[in-house]
């Protein structure tokens, strides 16, 4: 069945026309979009800008992750599986510890023909474009990294004719919330069993960010595109994201001080779900108790 479904994904690849295409009538988007972490979200380990970093002893043929705050590594063993490397290597600590979800340096053997075909999902959120297998069954992306046809869809025929293609900032917050989700897990469905109280969930913004009263209420008006411009680097500045919460809320109502305190970092505060990395909780709302991963009330 997953042969099938390479198959049927080879079609597609003369659908895609690649960025440098895309380039030629949208540089400024192009330029700002290649300094993001999106676009250098995989590569090849020794080509990684982070490269002179990892110790060579221990980084594997794919690197996975910008490095804003890790990198895993991921090789082919045979023809037959591929590894996830045991240790990833941390932008906090700038040195190798645990990949996430791991419990020994060992790695995590996936079986490339897996019914789940878990490894070819990895590099297809990675990449963009259809993955296909090579000779040696060997993962080959269309064009590594999250570029300009990952959220815009294939572009061959845009770039011949002009035929409209698809703009996410278009699409109502819902959908948006969807398409985003395709890579970043889609929000809860009616019934989902989510455990809200496992911190390493917070790392899937969509099912938080769709669980929050400002997203529920906003009519629309609120969407990953809100707070993300899609061709510029993720903004690491509170008060950024401070100022478009203003947008909404110019006299928030307080009943304790909040002098010299961010409205995100109370309302969407960091979770550190493990050693070296911090997520912020996109379900926005009111924290007390120093409990940051349920709200104990939504405003």
Not at 44 to 63: D, I, Q, V
Not at 64 to 78: C, K, N, R
Not at 109 to 131: E, K, M, N, W
Not at 231 to 245: E, F, K, S, W
Request: with cysteine; hydrophobic share 35%; net charge positive.
């Amino acid at each position: 069945m997953l042969l099938s479904l390479l198959w049927l994904a080879l079609p597609a690849a003369g659908q895609y026309a690649g960025s440098q295409v895309c380039r030629r009538c949208h540089a400024a988007e192009f330029a700002g979009h290649a300094g993001t972490g999106h676009a250098r979200s995989l590569s090849k380990a020794a080509e990684h800008r982070l490269a002179a970093s990892f110790p060579a002893a221990l980084a594997g043929e794919w690197a996975f992750g910008a490095g804003a705050q890790a990198v895993t590594f991921v090789s082919q063993l045979d023809e037959d599986a591929y590894l996830e490397h045991g240790l990833s290597w941390y932008a906090a600590a700038k040195s190798m510890a645990l990949t996430p979800g791991h419990r020994t340096p060992a790695g995590e053997r996936y079986r490339t023909f897996d019914p789940g075909a878990a490894i070819l999902r990895c590099f297809q959120c990675h990449s963009t474009g259809p993955v296909r297998l090579a000779a040696g069954f060997k993962v080959e992306p269309s064009e590594s990294g999250v570029q300009c046809e990952a959220c815009h869809g294939p572009g061959a025929d845009h770039a011949r004719s002009l035929q409209p293609i698809r703009n996410p900032k278009r699409l109502p917050a819902a959908e948006l919330n969807q398409l985003c989700g395709g890579c970043h897990r889609k929000p809860a469905a009616a019934g989902d069993d989510t455990d809200w109280t496992n911190p390493w969930n917070t790392r899937h913004q969509p099912p938080y960010l769709a669980r929050s009263a400002c997203f529920q209420r906003s009519r629309g008006a609120l969407s990953c595109l809100t707070c993300h411009p899609p061709h510029a680097p993720i903004a690491r500045n509170a008060a950024v994201y401070d100022r478009t919460c203003s947008g909404c809320h110019a006299t928030p109502r307080h009943r304790t001080p909040v002098a010299g305190r961010s409205c995100v970092g109370c309302h969407m505060p960091a979770v550190e779900p493990g050693p070296h990395l911090r997520f912020a909780n996109h379900w926005i709302g009111v924290y007390t108790g120093g409990r940051p991963l349920q709200p104990s009330a939504r405003r």
